[in-house]
């Protein structure tokens, strides 16, 4: 019984061993898929950049595409969109072709490190990836793309509006701190979606800082659509002095001339109050429009007073009114009761 028992118990070790050992050869021989080496690198969890020995992680942003969403001119502010396809080496993401036969494969994008973008004169920056999933290849390069969704203030000079033309700066960098940060390799740059309302994107232009590679700049050149403003407001105010000089031709008596000008005046007043909500209160240099509206404000206003001043004198023949009688008056009134006594 004793020894059936250790034959029995020695068989059944045996059987566990080749469960295992087939189990195990089973596993590795069924790890060739591009699923299994995802996951295998997923569960490395791989949240921190790459640690070179220069402290220099070098980020190659192949295509930069800049479009203008919108613009405040009040505000002075702008809205974009950039979209950035950056590529940069991992040493730990990589594989050889002994192991794995294919040479790139998909991994989830908050599954592994990658590169922060900020914009330095943004008060508003929103990044979003394109995709969910992350293309890595069998050398380790990683390939992601981004949108940035920013919003920028810009001193843009609107001293010869409606006819302006001035670039502003988008402060495209990423994290650097002495020695250690990112490095930035600029590809290409192009502009999409030229015209947003007045404004259009003329071009976008690289400035880079040499000294600082983490200080670089996206200088945007932006013009204005003068049609719009020449059609609803300078176009307005040079019809409305030309019929304020037209109601001269109206007669002076009864008031005609002077409600026609009071019309004009407070035409021209809606005009400029919508020159006051478009235009911001404050900038580089006034508005040279604005100085054009007042001037013929105060034409309008002059031109309603001679106009009041000439139809009172037309009326009473003398420009201040006379309230007490006239001598002629009293001496009339004094003939007429003396020839009354002398019929009586």
């Not at 950039?82 to 994008?109: C, G, H, Q, S």
């Amino acid at each position: 019984m004793g020894s059936s028992k250790r034959i029995l118990k020695r068989f059944s070790i045996i059987y566990y061993l080749i469960v295992c050992s087939n189990f195990m050869v089973g596993s590795l021989a069924s790890c060739i898929t591009r699923r299994c080496l995802a996951s295998k690198l997923v569960a490395m969890q791989l949240f921190s950049p790459p640690m070179p020995l220069e402290c220099t992680i070098t980020v190659n942003l192949t295509s930069i595409q800049y479009e203008t969403l919108s613009v405040d001119t009040k505000a002075l502010r702008f809205s974009s969109r950039i979209r950035i396809d950056m590529e940069w080496k991992d040493p730990d993401l990589a594989w050889t072709d002994t192991e794995y036969t294919f040479t790139e494969i998909m991994l989830p994008v908050d599954k592994i490190w990658t590169p922060d973008l900020t914009v330095d004169n943004a008060i508003e920056t929103d990044v979003k990836p394109v995709s969910t999933d992350i293309l890595v290849r069998r050398d380790g390069t990683v390939q992601h793309a981004i949108q940035l969704y920013t919003t920028v203030v810009c001193g843009i000079n609107l001293f010869n509006y409606p006819f302006v033309l001035d670039a502003c700066p988008v402060a495209l960098n990423g994290w650097r701190e002495n020695s250690c940060g990112l490095r930035f390799l600029y590809g290409n740059v192009s502009s999409v979606g030229a015209r947003r309302g007045e404004w259009v994107t003329m071009s976008v232009e690289l400035h880079q800082n040499k000294q600082n590679l983490d200080r670089n700049y996206l200088y945007v050149t932006m013009s204005t659509n003068p049609f719009n403003t020449i059609v609803t407001l300078i176009l307005p105010s040079v019809l409305i002095m030309l019929a304020d000089l037209g109601s001269f031709a109206l007669p002076l008596d009864g008031g005609k001339r002077s409600s026609f000008k009071i019309t004009l005046v407070l035409s021209f007043t809606m005009s400029l109050l919508i020159l006051t909500e478009h235009l911001p209160d404050t900038g580089l240099c006034s508005p040279l429009i604005r100085y054009h509206f007042c001037f013929c404000l105060i034409i309008l206003v002059m031109s309603l007073l001679s106009s009041m001043v000439l139809s009172h004198f037309a009326d009473s023949g003398a420009i201040l009114s006379c309230r007490r009688p006239k001598p002629c008056e009293l001496s009339n009134t004094g003939g007429k009761d003396e020839i009354k006594k002398g019929r009586v």
